[in-house]
Nanobody, 114 residues
Framework: VQLQASGGGLVQAGGSLRLSCAAS????????MGWYRQAPGKQRELVAA???????NYASSVKGRFTISRDNGKNTVYLQMNSLKPEDTAVYYC?????????WGQGTQVTVSS
């Protein structure tokens, strides 16, 4: 199983980015998918998740600004990030989970300048 994250970059505060996570096989439609982030010196934290049946949940710090979605036909999960803040700066990781099995992508850097 491979998860390929992309779409990170440098953006000014208030700007937007869309992250993509392309998965091999039919992972996206059969697993719970999530985006995590890890800032320097901090623990990795859940940003947003979408279950295999489509329910979503968000960290309180991003609710109303970020939207997770998926395209089962393209085996891809997206994270639309709007109104970005400097505190959103981190490496963002894609995750796939089903019961005790989970996979991680390689991470993509998001840097928000003030």
């Amino acid at each position: 199983v491979q998860l390929q994250a992309s779409g990170g970059g440098l953006v000014q505060a208030g700007g937007s980015l869309r992250l993509s996570c392309a998965a091999s096989g039919s992972i996206v439609s059969n697993y719970d998918m999530g985006w995590y982030r890890q800032a320097p010196g901090k623990q990795r934290e859940l940003v947003a998740a979408i279950s295999d049946v489509g329910s979503t949940n968000y960290a309180s710090s991003v609710k109303g600004r970020f939207t997770i979605s998926r395209d089962n036909g393209k085996n891809t999960v997206y994270l639309q990030m709007n109104s970005l803040k400097p505190e959103d700066t981190a490496v963002y990781y894609c995750n796939a989970r089903k019961f005790a099995i989970q996979y991680w992508g390689q991470g993509t850097q998001v840097t928000v300048s003030s």
